[in-house]
């Protein structure tokens, strides 16, 4: 009983002293942002507070009265219903408290997961919430770096190799600058010099998968696996195929096999991670990632925001938020990670901080929808409906249609 008493006390006070801190901020002069509070939504809030302090004192008697008053002066409250059922809740009164919810979400069918109830990540259910959005994909730079070291470690070692890895690094230049046309004319003369040229081969399947034809790069890559069956990269290109087509078990035995035959091949295990979440195995992800991170490449940081990411899905929100910290510190630009990282805050109940990373975020992209939402939802946490109907429209007016229904129910009184 006294762990449920303190729960709930924890729960109105830290939402009290968060909305005192947010009363703060809206008053400080660095926010931009005009901000009023409704006399309404005041007084339904010191009562909400009145009652707070009195279960601190388990006064519960006066703080269900004055709970009933808020209800009585604010029927379509949902929140004090809501905060009443928790507290009818404690006292024992399950029948009572049921009736209270039922009601609260009738009014307002969002309310039991923004204000945690059943349990204190129901607001995951309302976020927006896209982490693969954050993942830092490889670009082809980096990809074309792995063909260069390759030059120094050739699967097929022949008599023409100085004009081979000449020509092979003048195609290199040739994709960079996005030259494509070129890249492939010179790819088909070396092809018809040098036939059995896995590389070159692998390249002409690379070169088509940047052009889209993925059924004419998958035989460019089997090919330069028929040449050279050790060759690693291929290997992993391949794999790459498979599990865009959707061949997700077929694409796991070919990036195994690239593993095995080159086992410090980074992106080799940041593909299988992936691969083992669309296969349902989030730890055998976690593992991969662990491995990237060991060898410090060239996924190193990329390794770190989806690894975060992954633990997000485990529900380890504090492994999360360490992971995703650390790619921030390497890429402070990227607004999908400190929304990604405003979504855990959230979680946690750091709605201030949270509503920071949404700013941050909004700072980075003005026409990020997603994070106007998310902070709209913090705002209505915190009793802000100002701030968040206002964060609610711009995120409307961005195109982001979740907020429409999200609006009617908070911002049409």
């Not at 504090?318 to 650390?326: H, P, R, S």
């Not at 999908?336 to 975020?361: M, P, S, V």
């Not at 705002?379 to 982001?400: P, T």
Request: hydrophobic letters at 45%.
């Amino acid at each position: 009983m006294k762990t449920l008493i303190l729960s709930v006390a924890v729960f109105l006070m830290f939402n009290i002293l968060n909305t005192s801190a947010q009363t703060r901020r809206m008053n400080h002069a660095s926010t931009a942002q005009t901000y009023a509070v409704e006399n309404r939504a005041t007084t339904n809030l010191n009562l909400l507070r009145q009652a707070e302090l009195q279960i601190q004192n388990e006064d519960f008697m006066n703080a269900m009265l004055t709970l009933d008053s808020a209800v009585n002066q604010y029927p379509n409250s949902a929140e004090a219903l809501l905060l009443r059922a928790r507290l009818k809740k404690i006292m024992g009164m399950a029948a009572e408290a049921e009736a209270d919810v039922k009601l609260a979400t009738k009014i307002n069918p969002y309310v039991g997961n923004l204000y945690g109830y059943p349990t204190d990540a129901s607001v995951v259910q309302l976020i927006s919430n896209k982490p693969q959005a954050s993942i830092q994909p490889l670009n082809t730079d980096q990809k074309l770096n792995y063909y260069y070291t390759a030059l120094d470690n050739m699967a097929v070692k022949k008599v023409e190799v100085n004009q081979e890895m000449e020509r092979i690094e003048s195609i290199l230049m040739l994709i960079e600058e996005d030259n494509l046309i070129e890249a492939e004319k010179s790819l088909n003369d070396l092809l018809t010099i040098i036939p059995e040229s896995a590389i070159a081969h692998d390249l002409m399947g690379t070169l088509r998968t940047k052009k889209g034809e993925l059924e004419e790069a998958k035989m460019s890559f089997t090919k330069a696996i028929d040449v050279a069956p050790d060759f690693a990269i291929a290997w992993y290109n391949l794999a790459q195929i498979e599990r865009v087509m959707g061949n997700y078990t077929v694409a796991k035995e070919q990036i195994d096999k690239a593993i095995s035959l080159q086992s410090d091949l980074s992106k080799a295990y940041f593909e299988r991670a992936l691969l083992s979440k669309k296969l349902g195995d989030a730890e055998a992800a976690l593992v991969d990632y662990e491995k990237v991170i060991e060898l410090n490449g060239d996924n190193y940081i990329q390794a770190f925001v989806n690894r975060g990411l992954t633990k997000k899905m485990l529900g380890d929100y504090n492994g999360a938020i360490m992971d995703i910290e650390k790619a921030i510190e390497e890429f402070p630009y990227n607004a999908e990670l400190y929304k990604n990282r405003g979504n855990l805050n959230l979680i946690f109940g750091l709605k201030l901080k949270a509503i920071d990373d949404y700013t941050r975020a909004l700072e980075l992209d003005r026409d990020f929808a997603e994070a106007y939402y998310n902070r709209a939802i913090a705002h209505l946490q915190l009793f802000d409906r100002v701030s968040a109907c206002f964060d609610l429209e711009k995120s409307i007016e961005l195109g982001y249609e979740r907020a429409i229904e999200m609006q009617a129910y908070f911002c049409s009184e």
